[in-house]
């Protein structure tokens, strides 16, 4: 079965600081999808990045960015100059293409930012 | 608005009553799925609904649990008999299709219904 795993329960930084949050993941299919979803107080899960495992390049979406190591099957999230606003629950999740399609989740990581 | 939308936004039930859950999807987005939150934990799928296919009810805890949904638009979850271990939030998404692959297969979350059975 396929598992994603966030070592980090909680993490905190001060503001303007970079955060990396790790995930890895275990898979044997070659077609999938991997997420990072942030989960603020107020409980809307938003989609933070994306990435195609077919895709070397590792993505990258403002301030987020995410270090794709296919091989070793991690996909951490990197946060630089962060903000108050930042903190929030962030889960990781991969996508099966090839099977059944299920979104698998992480525990998640709960980040604080201080001012 | 645009995006997923869910009502109520709470609900507190006592022990043993039915409740109904209502998600708004995207408009246009024909895959929509139902996702259980307990507190301080991940998402545990419940079920999806792509078009008009079959259900895949697969994550559906107790068959006190059910879900429909009228065509590609609203979908409601009922759980009967609640129980205390219901509590938690309860999440919906959509998302263009499952099938289609590329960005049709990012899901976009509504903000949840709070579930508390006393």
């Known amino acids: 079965a396929q598992t994603v795993t966030q070592s980090q329960p909680e993490m905190s930084v001060q503001e303007a600081e970079t955060v990396t949050l790790s995930c890895t993941y275990d898979?044997?299919?070659?077609?999938?999808?991997l997420f990072w979803y942030k989960q603020p107080p107020s409980r809307q899960m938003i989609l933070v990045i994306r990435q195609e495992a077919y895709k070397q390049q590792n993505a990258t979406e403002n301030r987020f960015s995410v270090n794709f190591q296919k091989a070793a099957k991690s996909f951490s999230l990197k946060i630089s100059d962060s903000q108050l606003g930042d903190t929030a629950m962030y889960f990781c999740?991969?996508?099966?293409?090839?099977?059944?399609?299920?979104?698998?989740w992480g525990a998640g990581t709960k980040l604080i930012i201080k001012p | 608005g645009a995006g997923v939308s869910q009502s109520p936004s709470n609900k507190v039930t006592e022990k043993g009553k039915d409740v109904e859950l209502r998600c708004d999807p995207i408009?246009?987005?024909?895959?929509l799925y139902w996702y259980r939150q307990r507190l301080g934990q991940g998402l545990e799928f419940l079920i999806y609904?792509?078009?008009?296919?079959?259900?895949?009810k697969s994550g559906l805890p107790s068959d006190r649990f059910s879900a429909e949904r009228t065509g590609e638009s609203v979908s409601t979850l009922t759980i009967q008999r609640t129980q205390q271990e219901d509590s938690a939030v309860y999440l919906c998404a959509s998302s263009l299709s499952r099938l289609a692959g590329g960005q049709e297969e990012t899901q976009y979350f509504g903000p949840g219904t709070r579930l508390l059975v006393l």
């Open positions: 609904f792509q078009g008009n296919s079959a259900p895949d």
């Open positions: 408009s246009g987005h024909t895959a």
């Open positions: 898979t044997s299919e070659s077609n999938y999808y």
């Open positions: 999740a991969s996508l099966n293409m090839d099977s059944n399609y299920q979104l698998i």
